[in-house]
């Protein structure tokens, strides 16, 4: 087994290593001593790895900030003017909040009263929002702000709470960002508005657990104990209480409101202060779990690993105290947890399981995906952000469901319809077992393909976890050929076939014939040697190695798909030999690929004694598309067929196309590539293919469309001499060959290869849409990113001041940033520490380093809709396209006179498309482009309908693990304050001079 990510590096199996985040100072006491007595989990650690060798990282985060991580390893870190960045807190982690903490309610009371105005109220916003960002898809929040009246932050929200998804969180932080303080406060009527609000929302949309009231504010001047013993007698709902700014007069009175209601006061006085804040309110959510002993079992939504940077779900579980002290106050000390790389799980769910146009996805019990092939993390180098709660609606399109979604005034109103993808998704999440069939959109080639699939989702539970299965199966892409057994399993043994030369070959092969390579996916792995990585091809030679001597296995592999691969290697066999030595300069290379993920590519030019030369990876057909019936090209071999007769063999045509920046393609160094599907009986066993230069296909599509009809003087004679007057090098005659797409293959202006008809003839494709030759499809993508209109404004001059008072300000600033550091910096621990014994790794551990370095850039993106229109030729009515009459449209001369035919290039995706065209040169302004380009989706939000363009609830099954706070003991009430803030003589005396310094200066 080997990491991913640390090839080049290395990890350490004898060790776990420590990581500290800058914001937790790193000689604390109860930090040292929290690792020496955490040293004991690396023999916990590796004999985990001996009894499941199918663990990546295991790691353990502690409530005081450090992470133990095994296997040890120094991680990359951004690097950004030789300074490293480090901004990794394992508390800020989903894996980490889920797991200390049960699914909760949050209700924040923001203070917006007239003193919060300056610097109190951006210290604010950013509290807010970094415990915003500490919520995830199982919790439930809202915002109120108060002054001398309370509101909610959104009018729309006024009874109910918003689930914390990505969406949902930007635009309630958004909201709160807008707000300007004024007036003064009512905080007691604040808090028996709160309780009001919480009543209202109790048992609706929200999880019903762990209620809590946040309150963040510069400073109260009264208790409120009235509105608490009316409202939270039992203690049910907790209460945070955060003072922001530099006043300190009201601090007591803060404090009693959180210790009273079982919460925590906690002061931020710097923004640094803001990371440490916001980690120490979980563990005291967590406390009556705790006291129970219960400790639920957590599974993350997929996010993208610090470490690594792949993509991954985590499994974890929190740590209490098990010390008579600690289970009467419920003390937590961290969470334990393990990663699941997808890749891993992707492995166990090979595509060659599923056939062409299948797959499998997984959702969550809020309908977030967790893997599906068309799950999208990043657009053109940016990552898109918040891919932990995408929808599970908003990837599996029923083909009806996005022009349906035109119609309605919210994108949210989709979730009180009727649509398949609802039904589907709500069967999901109740646990239920089944099947169902529905028509769906599966986009392709960089969004620029679509075709409507009618495949069958099966769907079931996995058991003790919050997640649902589904296998989706095309009827004519999953029958999948049933190879010989040449290997098979009996209990513990693995048993032979006699004859065992296809396995003799197949190890011959893979180690011997250049230009074969296998997919990615492969679905073997090694059990034995951690630190080594190997090619999947000699993975294999390994596996097939081992079987045949009867050794003990080091490598673990699918046997069912072992089979396959045999199969298909022996089908293969003589491959290169059949290629001719000497070919065509017009053709470069030819390839084969199997559903078994085999891939053969070969040069036409360097076939020598049948030994086959291959280009190298920038270049290489199979090399870039290595993941056979996973790849665009496979399924559109099957999609995109069009065969005169069934039992032809049909090609598909893949035209090069424009990229966003509309450069034009250079001839000389594109290629077209032609492939087919190559079937057994009714069973898709291979993709065929050839790649050619443009030049080349230019070359004959000009000498085929320039050539004369043979049959010229008998159609003469019959009186019929259209077909013989015109080639397509006449004046008013243009001729385009374009796949089923639209898209240009070839035609004669080369500057139009590899756009749209659309683009190109606008005014004809304006005809072939109203007269039907062309279906127009509809595509919202709800993964998209939009560019932000980013708008800089030059700071304004300073005053100038007299030298005296610039002298003044001056050393009142110093003053008051010496102070404050001064402050902030605890004495206490720093004496203590000297006392405690350093932590060191152990001599002989040598870890190698490697930084990664961080890109700035100009541009930002942010989460969008984008609709796309997409049109697929009708070949049914293809018949009818000739010599098709334009009416002359109204911006065009009445000279112009338009018509035109198509037919279709037997046994491919190819149309000819005939052009004659007079006197339509000056028509201005042209029709509506039709152009299949994205744009940004716009819903409805005019006033009156902007509440229902917002968030409504969806389905979702609650977690199991909930806790609520009428189970807490009067033990909690004693640890109340924040923990890094303790009174000092030194403190006082140097706030003393500070008040001092400030009298004397003004």
């Given at each position: 087994m080997n990491i991913t990510g640390y090839e080049t590096t290395g990890v350490l199996y004898s060790n776990s290593t420590i990581h500290v985040p800058t914001v937790v100072y790193d000689k604390d006491p109860d930090l040292l001593r929290g690792i020496n007595a955490t040293s004991v989990l690396d023999q916990v650690f590796q004999d985990n790895l001996e009894k499941d060798t199918s663990l990546t990282w295991q790691y353990f985060g502690s409530t005081i900030g450090y992470m133990r991580n095994y296997p040890g390893v120094l991680w990359n870190l951004p690097v950004t003017d030789d300074k490293v960045l480090n901004l990794f807190d394992s508390r800020r982690r989903s894996w980490y909040s889920q797991a200390v903490a049960p699914p909760k309610t949050v209700l924040f009371m923001v203070d917006v009263s007239g003193s919060q105005t300056g610097l109190a109220i951006g210290m604010t916003r950013l509290m807010v929002n970094s415990t915003i960002d500490s919520l995830?898809?199982?919790?439930?929040?809202?915002?109120?702000?108060?002054?001398?009246?309370?509101?909610?932050?959104?009018?729309?929200?006024?009874?109910?709470?918003?689930?914390?998804?990505?969406?949902?969180?930007?635009?309630?932080?958004?909201?709160?960002?807008?707000i300007e303080p004024h007036e003064e406060s009512n905080v007691c009527n604040a808090f028996d508005k709160a309780f009001d609000a919480l009543a209202r929302m109790r048992g609706g949309a929200g999880n019903n657990c762990s209620e809590t009231i946040m309150l963040f504010t510069d400073g109260v001047e009264f208790t409120c104990e009235e509105v608490f013993q009316a409202r939270n007698a039992n203690k049910s709902v907790r209460v945070f209480t955060y003072l922001l700014g530099e006043l300190v007069q009201h601090a007591k009175i803060l404090q009693r409101i959180a210790c009273n209601n079982h919460g925590m006061y906690s002061r931020i006085r710097v923004r640094s202060d803001v990371p440490e804040t916001v980690a120490e309110y979980l563990p005291i959510l967590g406390r009556p779990l705790a006291q129970e002993g219960v400790k639920p079992i957590v599974w993350t939504n997929t996010y993208r690993d610090f470490k690594t940077n792949n993509l991954t779900i985590s499994v974890s579980q929190p740590v209490h105290n098990q010390t008579a002290i600690g289970k009467a106050t419920g003390n937590v000390i961290g969470a334990a947890g393990v990663d699941i790389p997808l890749e891993s799980i992707q492995r166990i769910a090979s595509p060659y399981k599923f056939g062409v146009n299948g797959y499998f996805f997984m959702i969550t019990n809020n309908g977030y995906v967790t893997s599906h092939p068309q799950h999208k993390f990043e657009s053109n180098g940016w990552e898109i952000p918040g891919i932990s709660t995408q929808d599970i609606t908003d990837i599996e399109q029923s083909e009806s469901s996005d022009e349906d979604l035109r119609k309605l005034e919210s994108k949210f109103a989709k979730f009180e319809t009727d649509f398949d993808e609802i039904q589907l998704r709500e069967s999901m999440i109740n646990q239920d077992s089944g099947n169902m069939t529905m028509s769906v959109e599966v986009t392709s080639d960089d969004m620029r393909r679509v075709v409507v699939l009618r495949p069958t989702y099966f769907y079931s539970p996995i058991s003790s976890t919050p997640f649902s299965l589904a296998v989706v199966l095309d009827k004519d892409g999953n029958k999948v050929i049933d190879p010989p057994k040449l290997i098979q399993v009996e209990g513990d043994k693995i048993i032979l076939a006699e004859d065992q030369d296809n396995l003799t070959y197949a190890i011959a092969a893979l180690e011997g014939i250049n230009g074969l390579k296998l997919a990615e996916w492969v679905p073997c792995e090694l059990i034995a040697n951690f630190t080594v990585t190997l090619p999947n091809e000699k993975m294999v030679v390994q596996f097939l190695k081992e079987v045949v001597a009867k050794k003990k296995l080091t490598v673990r592999c699918d046997i069912d798909w072992i089979n396959l691969l045999l199969l298909d290697l022996n089908i293969t066999n003589g491959y290169n030999e059949s290629l001719p030595s000497t070919y065509s300069s017009d053709f470069i290379s030819s390839f084969v690929a199997t559903t078994s993920g085999l891939n053969q590519e070969c040069l036409y030019q360097k076939v020598e004694d049948g030994v086959c030369q291959v280009r190298d990876s920038t270049e290489s057909f199979t090399l870039n598309h290595p993941n056979t019936l996973a790849e665009d090209y496979f399924q559109r071999a099957l999609n995109d067929a069009v065969k005169k007769n069934p039992e032809d063999i049909a090609f598909v045509y893949s035209a090069p196309l424009k990229g966003n920046d509309e450069i034009n393609l250079v001839v000389n160094d594109t290629l077209v590539t032609a492939y087919s599907a190559l079937k057994f009986t009714d069973k898709v066993v291979a993709v065929a293919g050839v790649q050619m230069s443009l030049s080349s296909v230019l070359k004959v599509f000009n000498d085929v469309t320039s050539m004369t009809n043979p049959d010229c003087e008998i159609k003469e004679e019959r009186n019929d001499p259209k077909q013989c007057e015109h080639t397509c090098d006449t004046p008013g005659i243009s001729c385009v060959l374009m796949d089923s797409d639209g898209y240009i293959l070839a035609c004669k202006d080369e500057t139009e290869i590899g756009s749209h008809i659309a683009k190109a003839e606008p005014i004809l494709f304006e005809n072939m849409l109203y007269k039907g030759f062309f279906n127009s499809l509809s595509y919202i993508d709800h993964q998209g990113l939009c560019k932000i209109n980013m708008t800089y404004h030059p700071a304004s001059g300073w005053s100038l001041l007299n030298p005296l008072s610039q002298m003044k300000n001056l050393m009142m600033g110093l003053t008051e940033r010496f102070i404050l550091i001064l402050m902030t910096f605890n004495w206490y621990e720093w004496l203590s520490v000297l006392a405690m014994p350093t932590v060191v790794p152990p001599e002989d551990t040598t870890i190698p380093t490697e930084n990664i370095n961080i890109t700035t850039r100009d541009e930002e993106y942010r989460r969008c809709d984008l609709d796309y229109r997409y049109y697929k030729l009708n070949n049914s009515l293809?018949?009818?396209?000739?010599?098709?009459?334009?009416?002359?449209?109204?911006?065009?001369?009445?000279?112009?006179?338009?018509?035109?035919?198509?037919?279709?290039?037997?046994?491919?995706?190819?149309?000819?498309?005939?052009?004659?065209?007079?006197?339509?040169?000056?028509?201005?302004?042209?029709?509506?482009?039709?152009?299949?380009?994205?744009?940004?989706?716009?819903?409805?939000?005019?006033?009156?309908?902007?509440?229902?363009?917002?968030?409504?609830?969806?389905?979702?099954?609650a977690p199991d693990s909930c806790s609520l706070s009428t189970n807490v003991s009067k033990s909690m009430e004693v640890d109340c304050s924040s923990s890094f803030l303790r009174p000092s003589w030194i403190l006082l005396a140097l706030a003393t001079f500070h008040l001092f310094v400030r009298s004397c200066l003004v």
């Amino acid at each position: 087994m080997n990491i991913t990510g640390y090839e080049t590096t290395g990890v350490l199996y004898s060790n776990s290593t420590i990581h500290v985040p800058t914001v937790v100072y790193d000689k604390d006491p109860d930090l040292l001593r929290g690792i020496n007595a955490t040293s004991v989990l690396d023999q916990v650690f590796q004999d985990n790895l001996e009894k499941d060798t199918s663990l990546t990282w295991q790691y353990f985060g502690s409530t005081i900030g450090y992470m133990r991580n095994y296997p040890g390893v120094l991680w990359n870190l951004p690097v950004t003017d030789d300074k490293v960045l480090n901004l990794f807190d394992s508390r800020r982690r989903s894996w980490y909040s889920q797991a200390v903490a049960p699914p909760k309610t949050v209700l924040f009371m923001v203070d917006v009263s007239g003193s919060q105005t300056g610097l109190a109220i951006g210290m604010t916003r950013l509290m807010v929002n970094s415990t915003i960002d500490s919520l995830d898809g199982n919790d439930f929040f809202n915002i109120l702000t108060f002054n001398d009246t309370t509101k909610v932050v959104e009018s729309c929200y006024e009874n109910t709470l918003v689930q914390a998804t990505y969406e949902n969180k930007e635009y309630m932080k958004g909201r709160l960002q807008a707000i300007e303080p004024h007036e003064e406060s009512n905080v007691c009527n604040a808090f028996d508005k709160a309780f009001d609000a919480l009543a209202r929302m109790r048992g609706g949309a929200g999880n019903n657990c762990s209620e809590t009231i946040m309150l963040f504010t510069d400073g109260v001047e009264f208790t409120c104990e009235e509105v608490f013993q009316a409202r939270n007698a039992n203690k049910s709902v907790r209460v945070f209480t955060y003072l922001l700014g530099e006043l300190v007069q009201h601090a007591k009175i803060l404090q009693r409101i959180a210790c009273n209601n079982h919460g925590m006061y906690s002061r931020i006085r710097v923004r640094s202060d803001v990371p440490e804040t916001v980690a120490e309110y979980l563990p005291i959510l967590g406390r009556p779990l705790a006291q129970e002993g219960v400790k639920p079992i957590v599974w993350t939504n997929t996010y993208r690993d610090f470490k690594t940077n792949n993509l991954t779900i985590s499994v974890s579980q929190p740590v209490h105290n098990q010390t008579a002290i600690g289970k009467a106050t419920g003390n937590v000390i961290g969470a334990a947890g393990v990663d699941i790389p997808l890749e891993s799980i992707q492995r166990i769910a090979s595509p060659y399981k599923f056939g062409v146009n299948g797959y499998f996805f997984m959702i969550t019990n809020n309908g977030y995906v967790t893997s599906h092939p068309q799950h999208k993390f990043e657009s053109n180098g940016w990552e898109i952000p918040g891919i932990s709660t995408q929808d599970i609606t908003d990837i599996e399109q029923s083909e009806s469901s996005d022009e349906d979604l035109r119609k309605l005034e919210s994108k949210f109103a989709k979730f009180e319809t009727d649509f398949d993808e609802i039904q589907l998704r709500e069967s999901m999440i109740n646990q239920d077992s089944g099947n169902m069939t529905m028509s769906v959109e599966v986009t392709s080639d960089d969004m620029r393909r679509v075709v409507v699939l009618r495949p069958t989702y099966f769907y079931s539970p996995i058991s003790s976890t919050p997640f649902s299965l589904a296998v989706v199966l095309d009827k004519d892409g999953n029958k999948v050929i049933d190879p010989p057994k040449l290997i098979q399993v009996e209990g513990d043994k693995i048993i032979l076939a006699e004859d065992q030369d296809n396995l003799t070959y197949a190890i011959a092969a893979l180690e011997g014939i250049n230009g074969l390579k296998l997919a990615e996916w492969v679905p073997c792995e090694l059990i034995a040697n951690f630190t080594v990585t190997l090619p999947n091809e000699k993975m294999v030679v390994q596996f097939l190695k081992e079987v045949v001597a009867k050794k003990k296995l080091t490598v673990r592999c699918d046997i069912d798909w072992i089979n396959l691969l045999l199969l298909d290697l022996n089908i293969t066999n003589g491959y290169n030999e059949s290629l001719p030595s000497t070919y065509s300069s017009d053709f470069i290379s030819s390839f084969v690929a199997t559903t078994s993920g085999l891939n053969q590519e070969c040069l036409y030019q360097k076939v020598e004694d049948g030994v086959c030369q291959v280009r190298d990876s920038t270049e290489s057909f199979t090399l870039n598309h290595p993941n056979t019936l996973a790849e665009d090209y496979f399924q559109r071999a099957l999609n995109d067929a069009v065969k005169k007769n069934p039992e032809d063999i049909a090609f598909v045509y893949s035209a090069p196309l424009k990229g966003n920046d509309e450069i034009n393609l250079v001839v000389n160094d594109t290629l077209v590539t032609a492939y087919s599907a190559l079937k057994f009986t009714d069973k898709v066993v291979a993709v065929a293919g050839v790649q050619m230069s443009l030049s080349s296909v230019l070359k004959v599509f000009n000498d085929v469309t320039s050539m004369t009809n043979p049959d010229c003087e008998i159609k003469e004679e019959r009186n019929d001499p259209k077909q013989c007057e015109h080639t397509c090098d006449t004046p008013g005659i243009s001729c385009v060959l374009m796949d089923s797409d639209g898209y240009i293959l070839a035609c004669k202006d080369e500057t139009e290869i590899g756009s749209h008809i659309a683009k190109a003839e606008p005014i004809l494709f304006e005809n072939m849409l109203y007269k039907g030759f062309f279906n127009s499809l509809s595509y919202i993508d709800h993964q998209g990113l939009c560019k932000i209109n980013m708008t800089y404004h030059p700071a304004s001059g300073w005053s100038l001041l007299n030298p005296l008072s610039q002298m003044k300000n001056l050393m009142m600033g110093l003053t008051e940033r010496f102070i404050l550091i001064l402050m902030t910096f605890n004495w206490y621990e720093w004496l203590s520490v000297l006392a405690m014994p350093t932590v060191v790794p152990p001599e002989d551990t040598t870890i190698p380093t490697e930084n990664i370095n961080i890109t700035t850039r100009d541009e930002e993106y942010r989460r969008c809709d984008l609709d796309y229109r997409y049109y697929k030729l009708n070949n049914s009515l293809l018949s009818n396209a000739n010599d098709v009459g334009i009416a002359n449209p109204a911006y065009c001369p009445e000279d112009c006179k338009n018509s035109y035919s198509m037919f279709s290039v037997p046994n491919t995706n190819l149309v000819l498309l005939v052009l004659a065209s007079t006197g339509c040169d000056t028509c201005n302004p042209l029709p509506k482009l039709y152009v299949p380009e994205a744009t940004e989706f716009g819903y409805n939000t005019s006033e009156e309908l902007r509440c229902d363009s917002l968030w409504k609830p969806r389905l979702r099954l609650a977690p199991d693990s909930c806790s609520l706070s009428t189970n807490v003991s009067k033990s909690m009430e004693v640890d109340c304050s924040s923990s890094f803030l303790r009174p000092s003589w030194i403190l006082l005396a140097l706030a003393t001079f500070h008040l001092f310094v400030r009298s004397c200066l003004v």
